[in-house]
């Protein structure tokens, strides 16, 4: 399948799954700025300070993405950046931010298209 095709496919999932799910993938992919320096889809490393792996995002089950955000919140994952972070998240925040990943399959996030 071409880039375009598994663009499409991709909205039209995120149509369809949000018209269940809580979370908003448009203002999801508007809240996703901050994550974006270090889970930047492509390669799934960060660049600064230094070069390491950060987990992939895109294409989690929204929940799962959920999940782990409020665990790094409530203090049960252990990571400091990610729990810094998730402190300014709200519930709304993260579904709308899980939504976006989830439906952003690897493929075809460059901003404005
Ligand atoms: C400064 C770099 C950095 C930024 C910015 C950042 N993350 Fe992370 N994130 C990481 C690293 C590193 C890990 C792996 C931490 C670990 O091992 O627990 C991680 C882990 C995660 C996980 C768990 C993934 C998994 O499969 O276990 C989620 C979900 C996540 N980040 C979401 C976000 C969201 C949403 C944002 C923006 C609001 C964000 N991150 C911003 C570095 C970052």
Redesign the pocket.
């Known amino acids: 399948m071409s880039r375009t095709c598994l663009f499409i496919a991709a909205v039209a999932a995120a149509l369809a799954i949000s018209a269940h799910a809580a979370g908003d993938p448009v203002a999801g992919k508007q ?2 700025f ?2 974006m ?3 930047g889809i492509p390669g799934w490393k ?1 660049a600064f300070p230094e070069v ?1 792996h ?4 895109g294409g ?1 089950h929204a929940s ?2 959920v999940a ?2 409020k665990q ?1 919140k409530a203090g049960e ?3 400091a ?2 729990r810094s ?1 998730a402190a300014s ?1 709200s519930e709304k925040d ?1 579904e709308d ?1 899980a939504a976006y ?1 989830a439906q952003s399959a690897g493929g075809a996030t460059v901003a404005g298209k």
Not at 54 to 57: G, H, I
């Open positions: 809240k996703n901050q994550c320096g270090c889970h960060s390491y950060v987990p992939k995002l989690q799962y993405l782990a955000l790094y994952r252990d990571h950046t990610m972070i998240l993260m931010i990943y």
